[in-house]
């Protein structure tokens, strides 16, 4: 079993020090043979922006690359992003509700802390980029 999280894309743009790199992100349903006539089959087309890359020269736009991150990289940004604010949003439902007993007050106050938990995930958006980053493999038949 990989380690690596792959999805194969086309280059759309490239700056000094990043690429961005279309992918289609489809559903484990999307590859079966009748997905054409199940409704719970999809599929999205998402922009990835890889950061960090020493030499953009050997890319070009409408190369075909692979995009990977690491199981570490996937599992911490599903922590970040879900598992994290989920913990927040429980325990602070409890907290108010056993001090207070109203429930609309605590369903509002665990809405209201997920506000300053998601204001410091932007403001270390690029700590959280270098250490959540993705890499390019190239596709190339040289």
């Known amino acids: 079993m990989s380690n690596k999280i792959k999805h194969s894309g086309v280059i759309e743009s490239i700056s000094d020090r990043s690429v961005r790199v279309r992918i289609l992100q489809t559903s484990a349903c999307a590859q079966c043979k009748i997905s054409g006539h199940c409704n719970s089959s999809e599929s999205k087309e998402k922009l990835v922006d890889v950061y960090n890359i020493s030499d953009t020269s050997r890319l070009k736009v409408g190369d075909s690359v692979m995009v990977t991150a690491s ?33 609309a007050l605590s369903g509002l106050c665990g809405l209201g802390a997920l506000i300053p938990y998601y204001i410091l995930v932007w403001l270390f958006r690029e700590k959280l980029r270098v250490r959540m980053a993705f890499e390019i493999e190239c596709n190339s038949k040289e």
């Not at 599903?78 to 509700?97: E, Q």
């Open 71 to 103: 199981a570490r990289v996937a599992a911490s940004a599903l922590l970040i992003g879900f598992g994290l604010p989920f913990i927040v949003l429980v325990a602070v439902v409890l907290a108010v509700y056993v001090m207070t007993a109203d429930e």
